[in-house]
C-alpha cells in the first residue's frame, strides 16, 4: 500500500513513515446517565458500580492515556473500539487534554444491542478522511432473543490517494460457554465474508483492514474456517486475509485477555496482501503487528503471579483501572 500522510505539526517527530492502527475493547466505557432505552443502570451512580462522574473522568483519563502512549507518544492515528455506550463518551474522549491536540474525529454507529454497546472509531483527521459509513446486521435471533452488535464498515482515504476499507467487529460472546455460543461467531462470520468477498470482485486490489473483539482466537472455526485468515500470506498466491495476530502464542501468555487462569487473543487485526504487500517477509509473515502493555496497564495476578490488564474494577481495589483486554495495533510503512 502506498500512502502519503500529511505531517502535522502536532506530532513530535518529522513526518508520519508509519500509519499506526490499534483496536482496544475498553471495557464498559459508559458515561452516568440512565438512558431508558438500553440495560446501562448499573452504570450510573446509583447503580451497581456506583458509577460517578469523578470515576467516569478517571475511566476516560485512562483510556486517553493509553491512546496517547501509542506511537511513541505521538498517539495512535486510527482507534478501532469495543465496549463504546454512545457517541458522547467518545466526544468526552476526544475533548480530554491528552487527546485535544491530535484533533481525532469520530465514527459512530448505534447498534442494537441492549446493553447499548458500540463499536466506533476515532482517526486523526488530517491523516484518514471519512468518505462513509455502513452497517451490516448479525442475525443470532435463531439462538437467542438478544440481538448482538453490528458490523460496521468506515471507508476513507489514507493521505490524497489510497482509500481503506476497515471493518469494526464485536462479536457475540462466550457467555454461555464457547461450544454453545460458537454459531452465533459463526454467523457474524459470514456476515463479514460475504461483504469483503463483494468487495473484493469488485475491486480485487482493495485495501482491506478487518479490527475487533471477536471472542474467538486465531485458530476458532469463525476466524480460520468461515473468514478464512490465514496466519501467513503471499501476494501472489491470491490468499485474501492474513490474521496479523496469529504469531503471537497466546497460550504462552502473549495474549490480550487474561480469564479463570488462561489467556486468550480475541482482540485481532486482519489485513489482505494489499495493504501490507510491502511488508511481508520471505516467510510469508508480517511482523509489525504488537500487543501494547506498557507495565502501568498491568497488574499482577495473585493467584498466577502473572502480570495481566489492569480492569477497571478489582475486588478490594477502590481505584479505577483501564480495562479487562489490551489493545493491539499494527504499523503500516510508507
Known amino acids: 500500500m502506498q500512502f502519503s500522510p500529511s505531517s502535522s505539526h502536532h506530532d513530535k517527530h518529522a513526518t508520519h513513515q508509519s500509519l499506526c492502527i ?15 432505552n438500553v440495560d446501562d443502570e448499573e452504570f450510573t451512580p446509583n447503580g451497581k458500580q456506583h458509577w460517578t462522574l469523578d470515576k467516569y473522568a478517571k475511566k476516560i483519563s485512562n483510556i486517553a492515556k493509553v491512546i496517547r502512549a501509542m506511537k511513541n507518544g505521538d498517539g495512535a492515528d486510527v482507534v478501532g473500539f469495543a465496549e463504546i455506550e454512545n457517541k458522547g463518551v467518545l466526544e468526552d474522549l476526544i475533548a480530554d487534554p491528552q487527546l485535544k491536540k491530535l ?100 475491486n480485487p486490489w482493495a485495501n482491506i483492514l478487518i479490527m475487533g473483539d471477536f471472542n474467538d482466537n486465531p485458530t476458532d472455526k469463525s476466524v480460520s474456517e468461515i473468514l478464512k485468515a490465514t496466519n501467513s500470506i503471499n501476494a501472489s498466491s491470491g490468499i485474501p486475509l492474513y490474521d496479523c495476530d496469529s504469531k503471537f502464542d497466546w497460550k504462552k501468555g502473549e495474549g490480550t485477555e487474561f480469564y479463570k487462569g488462561s489467556w486468550s487473543r480475541f482482540i485481532q487485526i486482519i489485513v489482505n496482501s494489499s495493504l501490507i504487500s510491502k511488508q511481508v517477509n520471505m516467510d510469508g509473515t508480517f511482523t509489525d503487528a504488537h500487543i501494547f502493555k ?31 483486554h489490551l489493545p493491539v495495533y499494527i504499523e503500516i510503512k510508507n
Not at 22 to 36: G, H, S, W
Not at 298 to 324: A, C, V
Open 22 to 36: 490499534a483496536f482496544y475493547n475498553v471495557e464498559n466505557l459508559f458515561d452516568t446517565k440512565d438512558d431508558p
Open 294 to 324: 506498557p507495565d502501568w496497564l498491568l497488574k499482577e495476578d495473585e493467584t498466577s503471579h502473572q502480570m495481566i490488564p489492569h480492569r477497571t474494577f478489582e475486588e478490594g481495589d477502590s481505584t479505577i483501572g483501564f480495562s479487562d
Open 103 to 202: 484533533n481525532y474525529g469520530i465514527a459512530h454507529h448505534d447498534s442494537p444491542d441492549k446493553r447499548g454497546i458500540d463499536v466506533a472509531m476515532i482517526y486523526k483527521k488530517n491523516i484518514f478522511k471519512v468518505l462513509g459509513q455502513k452497517f451490516f446486521t448479525v442475525d443470532v435471533s435463531k439462538y437467542e432473543d438478544k440481538p448482538t452488535r453490528d458490523i460496521v464498515m468506515v471507508q476513507g482515504v489514507i493521505g490524497k490517494n489510497d482509500t481503506l476499507n476497515i471493518f469494526l467487529n464485536h462479536w457475540p460472546s462466550r457467555r454461555e460457554g464457547k461450544e454453545v455460543s460458537e454459531p452465533k461467531r459463526i454467523a457474524a462470520a459470514t456476515v463479514l465474508k460475504r461483504v469483503v468477498d463483494s468487495l473484493q470482485r469488485i
